[in-house]
Structure formats: C-alpha cells, structure tokens
T-cell receptor
Framework: DAKTTQPPSMDCAEGRAANLPCNHSTISGNEYVYWYRQIHSQGPQYIIHGLKNNETNEMASLIITEDRKSSTLILPHATLRDTAVYYCIVRVQGGSEKLVFGKGMKLTVNP | EAGVAQSPRYKIIEKRQSVAFWCNPISGHATLYWYQQILGQGPKLLIQFQNNGVVDDSQLPKDRFSAERLKGVDSTLKIQPAKLEDSAVYLC??????????????FGPGTRLLVL
C-alpha cells in the first residue's frame, strides 16, 4: 500500500506557481520523498527526490517540512504541458525496495 | 540518449489467447522493471530484474504471466492465457542500478492491452 496521501485533483492557472501537497505522516528516518508524474498516454517521469533538505532542479522544487510528515512539490511557472497525474512516493534510497505508486493527484493547468 | 523502447504500443486479443510484450531498456542499465497499470490506478510492479536475474517477482501472477531477460539487455513479458482483468497498460522501466544515485527509473511509453 502507498504510504502517502494526496488530494485527488487540483487546478492551476497557466503561468502561476502550482503547489502540490503530499502527506506522509508515517515516514521513517531513512525514507526519501520521491515525485514522479505521468502525462496522458505516457510512462511516468521522474521529477525530484529529497530526504529532509529542500531540493531544486530544472523541473521543480521540493519543500519538506521540518518534521518530515508532509511535503510540497512546486512547479514555479506552470504550463499546459504540466497537466498530468503527479505521484508522491516514499521509499528507502539505495536499496531494493520497490516504488509503490498510489492513485496520485491529477493537476490540470488551465489557460 | 535513446529512451526505453516498448512494442507493440497497442494489442487487442480475445480471452484465453496468449500475448507477448517486448522492452529494450536504456543502454547500460542493469535493472529492468515491468509494471501493470490498470485504468485509474498507479502502476504496480510485476517483476524486477538485476542484469538477467530476478530480484522481485512477488506480485507476478505466475500461473499465467512469465518474463525473461536472457542476456541482461532486452526483456519479454508474456501472458498465457489472458483474462479479461489483464486489460491494462504494461510499462517497462530501467535504471542504472539499485545503488545510491543509480536508481532513478526511466519509463517507456507502455503497451496498452485490451482483452475481449
């Protein structure tokens, strides 16, 4: 079973920041937070991951609360091509533990 | 760099028939995964290979599903015989390995299977 909770859907206006929440209240100390997204009719795409510090790459920023029980994925300037299902996953890094996908959250970016 | 290739992209069969899917991972990637994604759900891991050995096949319905990766490169997933509930998208993914900073999974476009 997935260890995270996400709202089922969210809308965002094009050009605005999209803040995607994720709750992981039972996260263990050695578990990382991973984000993937899946655009319609494509396979999932890796976005970013982090342990406790905030992370940023060319796609997004990841903000993890100090108690690590929740996180927010930020797309700073959402475009129509960011419309997708976003998956928040927690797992241990560097082991054989599998990725367990929940139902994710559908983000719709509106013009 | 070429991505993960899968074929066919679509397949329609009748129940009790057999079907096979093919996957060619990113060059040099040691770890290969097959996922099943039923409509409205997230992908579910069926089997994981490390080179040509099976690491995890705990969720593979072994009475009808089989997979192989004989030379540690490309892989095939077979269903025989197919059931209606096997209708899904079958995704292949690969990663450089399973160690630290090697495990980002790159997914192919998937094969959409419809069993009638």
């Amino acid at each position: 079973d997935a260890k995270t909770t996400q709202p089922p859907s969210m809308d965002c206006a094009e050009g605005r920041a999209a803040n995607l929440p994720c709750n992981h209240s039972t996260i263990s100390g050695n578990e990382y937070v991973y984000w993937y997204r899946q655009i319609h009719s494509q396979g999932p795409q890796y976005i970013i991951h982090g342990l406790k510090n905030n992370e940023t790459n060319e796609m997004a920023s990841l903000i993890i609360t100090e108690d690590r029980k929740s996180s927010t994925l930020i797309l700073p300037h959402a475009t129509l091509r960011d419309t997708a299902v976003y998956y928040c996953i927690v797992r241990v890094q560097g082991g054989s533990e599998k990725l367990v996908f929940g139902k994710g959250m559908k983000l719709t970016v509106n013009p | 760099e070429a991505g993960v290739a899968q074929s066919p992209r679509y397949k329609i069969i009748e129940k009790r028939q057999s079907v096979a899917f093919w996957c060619n991972p990113i060059s040099g990637h040691a770890t290969l995964y097959w996922y099943q994604q039923i409509l409205g759900q997230g992908p579910k891991l069926l089997i994981q290979f490390q080179n040509n050995g099976v690491v995890d096949d705990s969720q593979l319905p072994k009475d009808r599903f089989s997979a192989e990766r004989l030379k540690g490169v490309d892989s095939t997933l077979k269903i025989q015989p197919a059931k209606l509930e096997d209708s899904a998208v079958y995704l292949c993914a690969s990663s450089a390995g399973t160690g630290y900073n090697q495990e980002t999974q790159y997914f192919g476009p998937g094969t959409r299977l419809l069993v009638l």
